[in-house]
């Protein structure tokens, strides 16, 4: 009896997730198995480099965000309880606002009659506007752009837990500042940081809208790449096989996050 | 020690605040400007660019298909998550962390391949609506936040209460309806708003779900964007932000903004 009502609540989203997620993924991965879909990915060097861009763009992005991400989530979190609930609001409204929004922002400064490019003319920094937009250093801003607050959220998370007596008895040893970050405070976020790094990584290896918006049709990454090869391209088989790619990406990415969480869990708490 | 008025921190820290809010101020501002194209800063002043917000068909059309399908697939997201969330956490289910796995499964999708999946399996193959699959795709966007905030308040929620209400002849359900939901209200609230903005703002699911009089608002903007480079996209994004700041005014009179920081 207990077993039946159990089964009944839990069936409406077994059956929702198998026909509504799995049905469509084995349809569009079964097609791409025994063909030759793979092996002309991988033996195509315009496809390798997407790939390779994909990636880099997501370690680059990942690396800024958490270099400046971290000295923000610290300084907030000393901040008076007053200053601090406003400054959540600030990180987190961009969270919360269209991803189209945050991205348009970057046309308008980074664009060839764009803001930077007129200080930079403005101050005779250079004599012709530079090509900022539509490059991979302008899917890397966008990116930070939309995943920083996402890092610094899950930074303020384990700042909050830092016990301060420890900061000052590393002082009273002599610690400088510098020193007190590297050696006392940043040991003790290991959980915030590797989850807000994996989280932006994931976010910015898959992100659409940001590398569609200021990186072109010249710099494509992997789910720029699904979208030209079906929409454009009308080869809807060599999609498939670029999807599977990237969900088999974001599956070693979670799993690696999965497997760093359960030994942090494991680690005793002293070590 | 690192003092919260260490000057290298405040500096590092000022520029990043900097570096987060100018962008939008700075979009803000365009919205107003005469000029047939955006720049920054503005010629003269115009409140032209959001009458023309109201005059593209497609924004129209989008914001109510938006709308509609975000409500649309919280309500259900909810309703086939909370009675899920209920048997994982008050009854013994074998492979309780199997489930749980399974139900989270559409975050292990990038959300450009979930579409691209639906149109592919369900569009083509089995021919099902448009309208429908979107629904789905939003649905499967929002199940995981429904999952994860309410099995966290239903696991903090005391057991006994509805036990209580059982010893006293109350039927499970009511004491699910009576006891259960008031209880775990606040997380239901959280989950739909978490629901509602993420999949108002979506974009790579609705991407290839979208047909000649189906366009969702994110979607009719980039499309918009790629062809015209003029202040209407400045003053529509205004307008968005408008909602995004009514939505966070809703949540913090509700439940206080915390709720949605459990992301």
Same mark, same amino acid.
């Given at each position: 009896?207990?077993?039946?009502?159990?089964?009944?609540?839990?069936?409406?989203?077994?059956?929702?997730?198998?026909?509504?997620? !799995?049905?469509?993924?084995?349809?569009?991965?079964?097609?791409?198995?025994?063909?030759?879909?793979?092996?002309?990915?991988?033996?195509?060097?315009?496809?390798?480099?997407?790939?390779?861009?994909?990636?880099?763009?997501?370690?680059?992005?990942?690396?800024?965000?958490?270099?400046?991400?971290?000295?923000?989530?610290?300084?907030?979190?000393? %901040?008076?309880?007053?200053?601090?609930?406003?400054?959540?609001?600030?990180?987190? !409204?961009?969270?919360?606002?269209?991803?189209?929004?945050?991205?348009?922002?970057?046309?308008?400064?980074?664009?060839?009659?764009?803001?930077?490019?007129?200080?930079?003319?403005?101050?005779?920094?250079? %004599?012709?506007?530079?090509?900022?937009?539509?490059?991979?250093?302008?899917?890397?801003?966008?990116?930070?752009?939309? !995943?920083?607050?996402?890092?610094?959220?899950?930074?303020?998370?384990?700042?909050?837990?830092?016990?301060?007596?420890?900061?000052?008895?590393?002082?009273?040893?002599?610690?400088?500042?510098?020193?007190?970050?590297?050696?006392?405070?940043?040991?003790?976020?290991?959980?915030?940081?590797?989850?807000?790094?994996?989280?932006?990584?994931?976010?910015?290896?898959?992100?659409?809208?940001?590398?569609?918006?200021?990186?072109?049709?010249?710099?494509?990454?992997?789910?720029?790449?699904?979208?030209? %090869?079906?929409?454009?391209?009308?080869?809807?088989? %060599?999609?498939?096989?670029?999807?599977?790619?990237?969900?088999?990406?974001?599956?070693?990415?979670?799993?690696?996050?999965?497997?760093?969480?359960?030994?942090?869990?494991?680690?005793?708490?002293?070590? | 020690? +690192?003092?919260?008025?260490?000057?290298?921190?405040?500096?590092?820290?000022?520029?990043?605040?900097?570096?987060?809010?100018?962008?939008?101020?700075?979009? $803000?501002?365009?919205?107003?400007?005469?000029?047939?194209?955006?720049?920054?800063?503005?010629?003269?002043?115009?409140?032209?660019?959001?009458? =023309?917000?109201?005059?593209?068909?497609?924004?129209?059309?989008?914001?109510?298909?938006?709308? $509609?399908?975000?409500?649309?697939?919280?309500?259900?997201?909810?309703?086939?998550?909370?009675?899920?969330?209920?048997?994982?956490?008050?009854? =013994?289910?074998?492979?309780?962390?199997?489930?749980?796995?399974? &139900?989270?499964?559409?975050? &292990? $999708?990038?959300?450009?391949? $979930?579409? &691209?999946?639906?149109?592919?399996?369900?569009?083509?193959?089995?021919?099902?609506?448009?309208?429908?699959?979107?629904?789905?795709?939003?649905?499967?966007?929002?199940?995981?936040?429904?999952?994860?905030?309410?099995?966290?308040?239903?696991? +903090?929620?005391?057991?006994?209460?509805?036990?209580?209400?059982?010893?006293?002849?109350?039927?499970?359900?009511?004491?699910?309806?009576?006891?259960?939901?008031?209880?775990?209200?606040?997380? +239901?609230?959280?989950?739909?708003?978490?629901?509602?903005?993420?999949?108002?703002? =979506?974009?790579?699911?609705?991407?290839?779900?979208?047909?000649?009089?189906?366009?969702?608002?994110?979607?009719?903007?980039?499309?918009?964007?790629?062809? =015209?480079?003029?202040?209407?996209?400045?003053?529509?994004?205004? +307008?968005?932000?408008?909602?995004?700041?009514?939505?966070?005014?809703?949540?913090?009179?509700?439940?206080?903004?915390?709720?949605?920081?459990?992301?």
């Amino acid at each position: 009896m207990k077993n039946r009502s159990a089964f009944l609540l839990l069936l409406p989203g077994v059956l929702a997730i198998c026909l509504f997620l !799995f049905f469509p993924l084995l349809q569009t991965i079964w097609p791409t198995l025994g063909g030759s879909g793979y092996s002309h990915f991988l033996h195509s060097g315009y496809n390798r480099n997407v790939l390779g861009r994909t990636l880099l763009i997501a370690v680059i992005t990942t690396a800024l965000a958490l270099g400046l991400g971290l000295p923000l989530a610290l300084w907030i979190a000393r %901040q008076k309880a007053s200053v601090k609930s406003l400054l959540s609001v600030v990180i987190l !409204f961009p969270i919360l606002t269209n991803a189209v929004v945050r991205n348009f922002t970057w046309i308008i400064i980074l664009g060839k009659d764009g803001v930077l490019n007129k200080v930079l003319l403005g101050l005779h920094l250079t %004599q012709h506007p530079v090509t900022l937009l539509y490059t991979n250093a302008a899917i890397v801003i966008g990116s930070v752009y939309l !995943f920083l607050p996402i890092m610094v959220t899950s930074l303020i998370g384990s700042v909050d837990e830092l016990n301060i007596e420890v900061e000052e008895a590393a002082a009273v040893l002599g610690a400088k500042p510098w020193t007190t970050l590297t050696k006392v405070i940043i040991p003790q976020l290991t959980t915030g940081i590797l989850t807000g790094s994996i989280l932006v990584f994931a976010g910015a290896m898959t992100a659409y809208t940001t590398p569609q918006l200021l990186g072109g049709n010249r710099h494509l990454v992997m789910s720029t790449l699904i979208y030209q %090869q079906a929409m454009t391209l009308g080869d809807w088989n %060599q999609a498939s096989v670029v999807a599977v790619v990237l969900i088999i990406m974001t599956v070693i990415v979670m799993g690696l996050m999965r497997l760093v969480t359960r030994w942090l869990d494991r680690r005793p708490a002293n070590a | 020690m +690192l003092k919260a008025n260490n000057k290298v921190l405040v500096t590092i820290s000022a520029i990043v605040l900097f570096f987060l809010i100018a962008p939008l101020i700075m979009v $803000i501002i365009t919205a107003f400007g005469t000029d047939a194209t955006i720049a920054f800063p503005i010629h003269g002043f115009t409140l032209h660019w959001f009458a =023309n917000v109201f005059a593209q068909p497609d924004f129209v059309a989008g914001f109510k298909m938006s709308l $509609i399908i975000a409500l649309a697939a919280s309500l259900l997201a909810l309703v086939i998550g909370v009675p899920l969330v209920y048997a994982l956490t008050r009854y =013994n289910v074998h492979h309780q962390a199997w489930f749980q796995t399974l &139900f989270l499964s559409p975050t &292990f $999708i990038p959300e450009i391949v $979930i579409g &691209f999946a639906l149109y592919q399996g369900l569009v083509i193959t089995v021919q099902l609506p448009l309208l429908l699959t979107l629904l789905i795709g939003h649905f499967l966007l929002c199940l995981p936040y429904v999952v994860r905030l309410v099995t966290a308040s239903m696991v +903090l929620m005391d057991e006994h209460i509805e036990e209580a209400a059982w010893v006293y002849g109350s039927s499970r359900l009511k004491a699910f309806l009576t006891v259960t939901i008031p209880n775990i209200r606040a997380s +239901l609230v959280a989950a739909f708003m978490l629901c509602f903005i993420n999949s108002f703002n =979506n974009i790579p699911i609705s991407l290839f779900l979208n047909g000649p009089d189906l366009s969702m608002l994110p979607t009719a903007i980039l499309n918009y964007l790629q062809n =015209n480079y003029d202040p209407t996209v400045s003053a529509i994004s205004v +307008l968005l932000m408008l909602f995004t700041a009514a939505m966070m005014l809703l949540v913090e009179k509700g439940l206080g903004l915390k709720a949605l920081n459990e992301m």
